[in-house]
């Protein structure tokens, strides 16, 4: 190779030597330059490639000072910011949309580097005949650095940044995923950041249903999107559009027929508010964000407990489960909760009926009373402060209203938290389980007078609940109103043993384990029997449909009085699930399928969504527990003696102990076989300390 170089170097020696003197003269001047030129060239290629090299790749996926939120399988959200992000897959987006784009923006996108050498120098000369910086000739590569990466300003520094960062995203980037980054970024007025949001929020629709128009629209309005605004600027909007529509033809993305029957369409927006799909996921995580007190861009991700794709079903579930129960109650709501046992994490949550048209969140911050789906709590909570009540004989039969001031000072309490057939008194006793069993309102309350009401509200309220529980004895039938994802947490402990699980969260955190709130022995007794309740015939048929019969789930429906919320709430090893529905306010559920609202149940309004949620999470495959125990001849017992018209029919029946829990005020102490009252009647079971709630 050497040889080589001082051969070549000899003959331009001896052909020099042939030249005029001034000739070789003028050739070592321009060498010299050259020389200059090609090392100052060097230079600035050198710093500017070390410049672009130091710059995180990642940005092309989030925004400037930005914290990107993603689900727990690594799938983009959003963003933390107020800027509406609805990140789209480019199989989501129409060819429509992209060919315009392309067209509008960067004919040659599929041919360049990174830059378009012919952009370029038609930039430069408008440049030059203007005396300033006037036009970028920007690529749409370009572009997604420019706004990736913050370059602000217009001067050469900039663009030269610009262009090297291009060829860098080009060299490690294929085109689908640049397309890709700059369509979910790409800034197009009203707080929209991505074609996904300003889809939804100029024409109200996901980006896919775009048409030809629409399309058109948006790649029309990017170089300036707040002067060509659609909602504010129709008629430039429209101008714009036509040219759109006129590269499109140029490129030949469309024939020139396409072209003008879009052109003599009208601009038509459905400016939408609020616009991104993940509404309750997106809004909890900027809540969580705010509630942290961290600042955009710090930390740059931000991964969430919740999953996308479980999300989108969530919100199909809860709308075609509302839209069934109830089709001309467009005011029925419904929440849906799903935690991890043991870490807290929040794995699925949804929080109303419709983003767009109720934000509120009620999974996270709706405070309803639980009513009887309460109770499995409440006897838990007993078993823990008087182990000894657990197979002590109460009375079956009615119990003045005075007793748990539900309903008014007159008449007797009704047995509404029933599922099946109508509860039929035998005048004789019930344990604590069958009570349980059966959704009994009157032996729950002789059982939490038993307990002491004080003891009894002590005990749960290390539940953690925020919300005070009434002082009467309401409380034990679920009149006190929790808030809906404390309630979750606290049903945790029936299938933790007695422990809550950590505090819920929607952010991946350090698992921490909770302290213990119920005597294990206690709530091995409650499960076993929310065990086999679900097994009872009116749970049979939503449970089959969707694979869960005989999985020895521990489930439990409930609802208030007056039925105004329904709710099923159950768990197996892993998971808890609670489903919620009913009005913000005191409305009574009434759905479709049945005559009067007072037939709604717990099964029939709130057990259907929650078993196709819980399939959904368990995969169709929940952990359940063995049980052992048999399944309970009440399930399948025939309907026993009714109240007929207000009035009480009763047997009395020689009770199987001399030891009962409660006080029947409609018998007797000397009547032939009454019941005798081993524990005397609570001073403040006779005399109410507030006025009655009836509603």
């Known amino acids: ?152 300003g217009r001067s050469y520094e900039r663009k030269l940044t610009e262009i090297f960062l291009a060829m860098r995203i080009e060299r490690e980037c294929t085109k689908e995923q640049i397309l890709t980054y700059y369509l979910n970024r790409i800034y197009l007025g009203t707080g929209c950041s991505g074609v996904g949001a300003a889809a939804r929020c100029y024409f109200g629709k996901d980006v896919h249903d775009l048409t030809l128009v629409e399309s058109a629209t948006l790649a029309g309005i990017i170089k300036a999107p707040v002067s060509y605004s659609p909602i504010t600027q129709p008629a430039l909007a429209r101008q714009k559009r036509d040219l759109s529509l006129q590269r499109m033809v140029e490129t030949k993305s469309i024939t020139q027929a396409e072209a003008d029957a879009a052109k003599a369409q009208p601009l038509v927006t459905r400016h939408d508010k609020a616009r991104v799909r993940t509404g309750y996921m997106l809004a909890a995580a900027r809540s969580e964000f705010q509630r942290l007190g961290l600042k955009p861009g710090t930390p740059p991700e931000m991964t969430m407990t919740l999953r996308l794709t479980w999300q989108h079903k969530l919100d199909a579930l809860v709308r075609q489960h509302l839209e069934h129960l109830a089709p001309e109650d467009k005011a029925l709501q419904g929440a849906v909760i799903v935690l991890d046992n043991h870490s807290g994490a929040i794995l699925a949550m949804q929080g109303g009926r419709d983003f767009t048209t109720s934000p509120f969140n009620r999974a996270l911050e709706g405070v309803r009373p639980p009513g009887t789906s309460f109770l499995p709590l409440v006897y838990a909570a007993a078993l823990t402060a008087q182990p000894d009540v657990t197979d002590a004989p109460q009375i079956d039969g009615p119990l003045d209203n005075k007793q748990a001031m539900i309903g008014g000072l007159t008449g007797t309490l009704g047995e509404w938290g029933a599922e099946g057939e109508p509860v039929a008194y035998t005048g004789g006793t019930i344990t604590p389980m069958e009570s349980l069993l059966e959704n009994r309102t009157a032996a729950t309350v002789r059982m939490a007078y038993q307990v002491g009401l004080d003891p009894l509200r002590t005990a749960l309220n290390r539940c953690a609940f925020t919300t005070p529980l009434r002082t009467e004895a309401a409380f034990a039938l679920g009149q006190s109103p929790l808030r809906l994802i404390e309630f979750a947490r606290a049903f945790t402990a029936i299938a933790n043993d007695g422990r809550l699980c950590a505090t819920p969260h929607l952010l991946l955190a350090p698992s921490v384990r909770s302290t213990e709130v119920f005597a294990p022995a206690a709530v091995s007794h409650v499960r076993e029997t929310l065990i086999s309740g679900m097994e009872r015939p009116e749970y049979r048929k939503p449970l089959l449909a969707h694979g869960l019969a005989n999985k020895s789930i521990a489930g439990y429906g409930g609802i208030t009085y007056d039925r105004t919320d329904a709710w099923f709430i159950g768990a197996d090893r892993a998971l808890t699930c609670l489903v919620w529905i009913g009005h913000d306010k005191d409305q009574p559920i009434s759905a479709k399928s049945t005559a009067t609202a007072a037939t709604v149940t717990a099964a029939t309004a709130a057990l259907p969504l929650w078993s196709a949620v819980f399939a959904m999470v368990t995969e169709g495959k929940p952990r359940g527990w063995d049980s052992k125990a048999p399944a309970s001849p009440l399930l399948a017992a025939p309907p026993r003696a009714l109240f007929v018209e207000g009035e009480a029919r009763i047997v009395p029946v020689t009770p199987l102990s001399t030891v009962v829990v409660g006080h029947d005020p409609y018998q007797s102490a000397s009547a032939p076989g009454a019941v005798p009252a081993a524990v005397p009647v609570p001073q403040e079971a006779v005399i109410p300390k507030a006025i009655p709630v009836t509603r």
């Open 1 to 152: 190779m050497l040889p080589r170089l001082l051969l070549l170097l000899s003959h331009v020696r001896a052909r020099y030597g042939r030249l005029p003197r001034w000739l070789r003269f003028m050739g070592g001047v321009c060498a010299v330059f050259a020389f200059i030129g090609l090392l100052a060239f060097g230079l600035v290629w050198h710093h500017y490639a070390s410049l672009a090299a130091t710059f995180d790749m990642s940005a092309l996926n989030r925004g400037q000072n930005e914290t990107l939120i993603v689900d727990a399988k690594g799938e983009p959200i959003g963003s933390a910011s107020e800027i509406e992000r609805e990140l789209v897959t480019i199989e989501d987006v129409p060819t429509t949309l992209t060919d315009a784009i392309i067209a509008t923006e960067d004919a040659r996108f599929f041919s360049h580097h990174g830059y378009d050498v012919i952009g370029l120098t038609r930039a430069a000369v408008k440049n030059f005949t203007a005396k300033g910086i006037r036009q970028g000739g920007s690529t749409i590569t370009q572009q997604l650095a420019r706004n990736a990466f913050g370059l602000q």
